[in-house]
């Protein structure tokens, strides 16, 4: 009875677990719950328990004997998920019975990557204190300072690089670096920080990409003005032969166009800038037309 299994592979300890009831698991652990008994994904009763980030429940079955690194069917172990549910006390309890710091998880996320991730800088900064190593990335190349930039966790941004985080790491497939996913997401306040920090303005891609031709192509105007007065470059091409000008233009990002035409070094590049332009112009909106072909006029100016 007390270790009976539903349909699911719950069991009455995994249920009073998931709830918080610290008694009633206290009760089923004294008659002989099993401990480490999972449901049929693979997630144990102190699994649930980091979820919920209830630390009684979390200290009763770790007495009891729960294996704290049980992974689910789908490789989530109990640190990672009170890492990515934002519960400190839980994860400080995890630590204290001796679960590394650095454990990596699925996918090689280490808990400083899933809390900078997910915006948690108190978590950051409990592991960085207990000695997280701060550029280790996941099987993708993405550190954790990368992570931070992609959702603009400005706050979190900060103190990896105060911390000693390494701002032009790129160990991604595709050479990318945290400045570039920062100006792609359009976070201004976290191209700014990295910027303060010596990230390199026009690092390119494997791909010829400069953070520059990423906010410029998803119309992030404040970013790429931002990134100009640092020193970007626009007429850097990618490998394709596209400059960030030509880009924001195809994609009809009218402020974007003109805080580009507004740079000083702003020119052609070749006559395929220019037609990528007039195709541009030829897919606006009626309501878009007349503004885009203003801008073409400037452009033309700058020819001669």
């Known amino acids: 009875m007390t270790n009976y299994q539903k349909k699911d592979g719950r069991t009455p300890l ?3 677990s998931f709830n918080g009831h610290a008694e009633v698991v206290r ?3 004294e008659r002989g719950a099993g401990v480490n008994i999972c449901d049929k994904d693979g997630f144990s009763p102190v699994f649930v328990a980091c979820q919920k980030g209830d630390t009684d429940v979390v200290d ?3 007495t009891a004997g729960a294996d704290i690194h049980l992974a689910s069917k789908f490789l989530i172990v109990p640190l990672e998920i009170a890492v990515d549910s934002g519960h400190i006390e839980t994860v400080q309890r995890l ?3 001796g679960v590394p710091v650095d454990y990596q998880c699925r996918g ?8 900078s991730l997910g915006g948690h800088v108190t978590i950051v900064r409990l592991l960085l204190e207990q000695g997280a190593g701060i550029n280790i990335c996941d099987e993708g190349g993405f550190s954790p300072v990368y992570a931070a930039c992609q959702e603009g966790h400005t706050d979190v941004v900060d103190l990896l690089i105060q911390s000693g985080a390494d701002v032009n790491l790129s160990t991604t497939e595709c050479g990318s670096v945290p400045l570039e996913v920062a100006a792609e997401n359009g976070h201004t306040e976290a191209v700014q920080v990295l910027l303060e920090a010596g990230a390199t303005v026009n690092h390119q891609n494997k791909e010829g990409k400069t953070p520059l031709h990423s906010a410029s192509a998803e119309g992030h ?3 790429v003005r931002l990134l100009l007065e640092k020193g970007a470059n626009s007429n850097i091409a990618d490998k394709y032969d596209r400059l960030p000008l030509g880009i924001a233009a195809e994609m009809g990002h009218t402020d974007t166009v003109q805080r580009l035409l ?8 070749q006559s395929k800038t220019v037609s990528a332009l007039h195709s541009s112009v030829k897919k606006q909106r009626s309501k878009d037309y007349e503004s885009t072909s203003i801008q073409l006029e400037s ?3 700058l020819k001669n």
């Open 14 to 16: 995994f249920g009073a």
């Open 27 to 29: 009760l089923l652990l």
């Open 60 to 62: 009763l079955l770790v």
């Open 95 to 97: 630590l204290e019975t």
């Open 108 to 115: 090689g996320r280490t808990p400083l990557f899933c809390a």
């Open 221 to 223: 105007a404040e970013v």
């Open 262 to 269: 507004e740079a000083d070094d702003t020119v052609f590049h």
């Open 299 to 301: 452009i033309a100016h």
